[in-house]
């Protein structure tokens, strides 16, 4: 069974740092997705990760993807207050429409 | 539609009663799923259809949990004897379902809030 682990699952940052989000997976995949949830809405999507190496840019966050080693980062670059939201990954399975989704990181930028 | 509709909204309902929640997805999307998302907690994977395929039901918790989609589009979830722990947000979200070479991104809808007392 495809199980996506996210950490951490809470991060606390000034404005202005930079910090990481790990989302690892279990098996093979040939898709990865990244979305943010604010508090009591829905789920937005960020970036898709296509293939192995691939990296998407979006303003202060980067994502990317290692499939080798069943990995995606996702990058906040001198965070801002109206980057706090919850983020999560998911992950499809290889050769399937079925995805399935990391806990969540929570993250908060204080000023 | 423009986008994915859940409805009720908001449902509170007593301990043991059955619910129904509606799930209307972007017209087109072949692929439906159903999450559940407990206060705080992240997504719960509880059941996708794809096309006319055998849904995949491995993700409902229980008996009390089923669901249809109906016509290819429409689907409803319904919680048979609801118990408090089934108190959550159901999400729904579908894709176009492009094949396997798609991005296939998951557009969600608001989601049901369920509150059983």
């Known amino acids: 069974e495809l199980k996506v682990e996210q950490n951490p699952l809470f991060l606390s940052m000034q404005e202005g740092k930079n910090y990481t989000i790990y989302c690892n997976y279990s098996?093979?995949?040939?898709?990865l997705y990244w979305y943010r949830q604010d508090p009591g809405k829905s789920l937005e999507s960020l970036f898709v990760?296509?293939?192995?190496?691939a990296v998407k840019q979006e303003g202060r966050l980067m994502a990317s993807l290692d499939t080798k080693a069943r990995l995606s980062t996702l990058h906040i670059t001198a965070a801002v207050h109206d980057l706090s939201a919850t983020y999560f990954c998911?992950?499809?399975?290889?050769?399937?429409?079925?995805?399935?989704f990391g806990a969540g990181t929570r993250l908060t930028v204080k000023p | 539609g423009a986008g994915v509709s859940q409805s009720p909204s908001n449902k509170v309902t007593e301990k043991g009663k059955d619910v129904e929640l509606r799930c209307d997805p972007i017209?087109?999307?072949?692929?439906l799923y159903w999450y559940r998302q407990r206060l705080g907690q992240g997504l719960e994977f509880l059941i996708y259809?794809?096309?006319?395929?055998?849904?995949?039901k491995s993700g409902l918790p229980s008996d009390r949990f089923s669901a249809e989609r109906t016509g290819g589009s429409v689907s409803t979830l319904t919680i048979q004897r609801t118990q408090q722990e089934d108190s959550a947000v159901y999400l729904c979200?579908?894709?176009?379902?492009?094949?396997?070479?798609?991005?296939?991104?998951?557009?969600f809808g608001a989601g049901s809030r369920l509150t059983v007392l």
């Open positions: 998911a992950v499809r399975q290889y050769n399937n429409n079925d995805m399935r």
């Open positions: 098996t093979t995949s040939d898709r």
């Open positions: 990760l296509l293939s192995n190496g």
């Open positions: 017209s087109g999307h072949t692929a």
């Open positions: 259809f794809q096309g006319n395929s055998a849904p995949d």
């Open positions: 979200a579908s894709n176009p379902d492009r094949g396997l070479s798609g991005a296939n991104v998951l557009t």
